[in-house]
């Protein structure tokens, strides 16, 4: 396919990259060179959004597996299709006028995302949360923090590498005090095109690693609890998103005797995997693989969760939607531990609800739509408890900014305040889970 579009995007300075606090976000007075390339054209294509209200449940999961599902909440989804022919068939499937047209055109809304890009990244003003990263930036970004905080802070280089050889690196954060502490787990970017969650991410670390023994709730929580942030799940896939098409979602592996790329790594996980709720058509944007963790990504997070148990709390972090999910994503049933995790979502809701007013709607999972093998589940299931009697994790999955309005393209501007609307949500998860230990 002919290259479409190439922005390079150069630095103005090449200054120092020494870390400026300034409030409680950390500031890089330059930025590298870096390239951002899509070789695919969203030209024709749209995002519609239909209310579901009566909407038989094997066609949801069909429109799920079969089309871009970009986002799925309180009575509607949001479908991206490809051609009017694909519009034809989506408003065949709902309701009578049950499909209005959010997106009208998606080449136009991602234009509009990528000059934000080049503004933000060329502006020398602009501060780290002002902007979105590469893999690289960001693992250099992990690299500087642990450099600044050596006393609270170990970066593990690699856990392990991905289908093309990246490294996934892992970052812990504790406290100085002695004693045992209680570990809480961390994922992000595991799906590639949720620019939000990477960011959302290190706005947390930084936030933590700058207020310790400076604000009290944030000492006393990291002298009891060491926090393990996984910044990239899928590494291969958020380095595609840069370097050919915007909105790729899953890993890069390649498919036997298919031409078709990539396995969704939020359906490969041990728990319950492919009964449901996943495709079995490489193909598909909800593709489970070949098998229960058959994907390089999960093993290493798999084997990096158990190296570290016991784990109180897990959260996996997505966009968009603006959701606090809990157990269970793979079946109706209510969780064993329902009335603790619906505890402590209402909470982080509220929380997050309480900085900037926006609303977040905290549910269980499957109240989407039936989810196999997903990590949030697999932290909570079975597998990831090394056995009776011992902690269980709790295993949340949380739906970042926006609900619809831009999607995947969030405009860079909305980082910190997304940010600062996660950092008490996340504390007082981080307190919970720890204070209110759940068991297999
Ligand atoms: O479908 C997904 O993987 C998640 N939504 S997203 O739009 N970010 O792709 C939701 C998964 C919810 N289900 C479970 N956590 N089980
Ligand atoms: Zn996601």
């Known amino acids: 396919?002919?290259?479409?579009?190439?922005?390079?995007?150069?630095?103005?300075?090449?200054?120092?990259?020494?870390?400026?606090?300034?409030?409680?976000?950390?500031?890089?007075?330059?930025?590298?060179?870096?390239?951002?390339?899509?070789?695919?054209?969203?030209?024709?294509?749209?995002?519609?959004?239909?209310?579901?209200?009566?909407?038989?449940?094997?066609?949801?999961?069909?429109?799920?597996?079969?089309?871009?599902?970009?986002?799925?909440?309180?009575?509607?989804?949001?479908?991206?299709?490809?051609?009017?022919?694909?519009?034809?068939?989506?408003?065949?499937?709902?309701?009578?006028?049950?499909?209005?047209?959010?997106?009208?055109?998606?080449?136009?809304?991602?234009?509009?995302?990528?000059?934000?890009?080049?503004?933000?990244?060329?502006?020398?003003?602009?501060?780290?949360f002002e902007a979105y990263h590469t893999y690289d930036e960001i693992v250099g970004w992990y690299s500087d923090i642990a450099d600044e905080f050596p006393l609270i802070t170990k970066l593990v280089p690699s856990i392990g590498r991905s289908f093309n050889?990246?490294?996934?690196?892992?970052?812990?954060?504790?406290?100085?005090?002695?004693?045992?502490?209680?570990?809480?787990?961390?994922?992000?970017?595991?799906?590639?095109?949720?620019?939000?969650s990477g960011a959302t991410c290190m706005y947390i670390v930084n936030y933590l690693a700058n207020n310790y023994n400076v604000d009290s709730r944030v000492t006393t929580l990291l002298n009891e609890v060491e926090l393990i942030v996984v910044p990239f799940v899928n590494p291969d896939g958020y380095e595609y998103t840069w370097s050919n098409e915007r909105l790729w979602r899953k890993n890069r592996s390649p498919n036997a005797d298919n031409s078709c790329v990539g396995t969704d790594l939020n359906r490969n996980y041990n728990d319950h995997w492919g009964e449901g709720g996943s495709s079995s058509n490489p193909c598909s944007d909800t593709y489970?693989?070949?098998?229960?963790?058959?994907?390089?990504?999960?093993?290493?997070?798999?084997?990096?969760?158990?190296?570290?148990?016991?784990?109180?709390?897990?959260?996996?972090?997505?966009?968009?939607?603006?959701?606090?999910?809990?157990?269970?994503?793979?079946?109706?049933?209510?969780?064993?531990?329902?009335?603790?995790?619906?505890?402590?979502?209402?909470?982080?809701?509220?929380?997050?609800?309480?900085?900037?007013?926006?609303?977040?709607?905290?549910?269980?999972?499957?109240?989407?739509?039936?989810?196999?093998?997903?990590?949030?589940?697999?932290?909570?299931?079975?597998?990831?408890?090394a056995g009776r009697g011992s902690v269980r994790s709790y295993g949340f999955t949380i739906e970042l900014r926006d609900t619809g309005r831009f999607g995947f393209q969030l405009p860079a501007s909305e980082i910190i305040p997304q940010g600062q609307e996660m950092i008490p949500a996340a504390l007082d998860f981080m307190e919970f889970t720890t204070q209110n230990p759940l068991y297999y």
């Open 165 to 196: 050889g990246l490294d996934m690196p892992a970052l812990h954060i504790t406290g100085t005090a002695t004693g045992a502490k209680k570990n809480v787990w961390f994922q992000c970017q595991i799906h590639a095109r949720e620019w939000i």
């Open 288 to 385: 489970m693989g070949t098998g229960a963790a058959s994907e390089a990504e999960t093993r290493n997070i798999n084997e990096y969760f158990l190296l570290n148990q016991p784990i109180y709390g897990s959260i996996d972090w997505h966009a968009y939607s603006q959701l606090m999910l809990r157990p269970y994503g793979w079946s109706r049933s209510a969780a064993p531990d329902e009335a603790m995790s619906k505890e402590i979502g209402d909470k982080m809701r509220d929380a997050a609800r309480a900085v900037n007013g926006l609303s977040y709607t905290s549910q269980p999972s499957v109240d989407l739509y039936i989810t196999t093998g997903s990590a949030s589940d697999w932290f909570y299931g079975e597998e990831a408890s």
């Open 1 to 128: 396919m002919a290259i479409l579009k190439t922005l390079v995007v150069v630095a103005l300075a090449a200054s120092a990259s020494a870390l400026v606090v300034k409030q409680d976000h950390v500031s890089h007075v330059s930025l590298p060179n870096v390239k951002y390339n899509r070789t695919v054209s969203y030209q024709g294509q749209q995002v519609l959004r239909c209310q579901t209200d009566g909407t038989a449940e094997v066609d949801l999961e069909r429109i799920a597996n079969d089309f871009d599902m970009m986002a799925n909440s309180g009575g509607f989804v949001d479908v991206r299709t490809k051609t009017s022919a694909e519009v034809d068939t989506i408003n065949k499937v709902f309701a009578a006028n049950a499909c209005t047209v959010l997106i009208p055109d998606m080449e136009a809304a991602m234009q509009e995302f990528e000059r934000d890009l080049v503004n933000s990244r060329t502006n020398s003003q602009a501060e780290w």
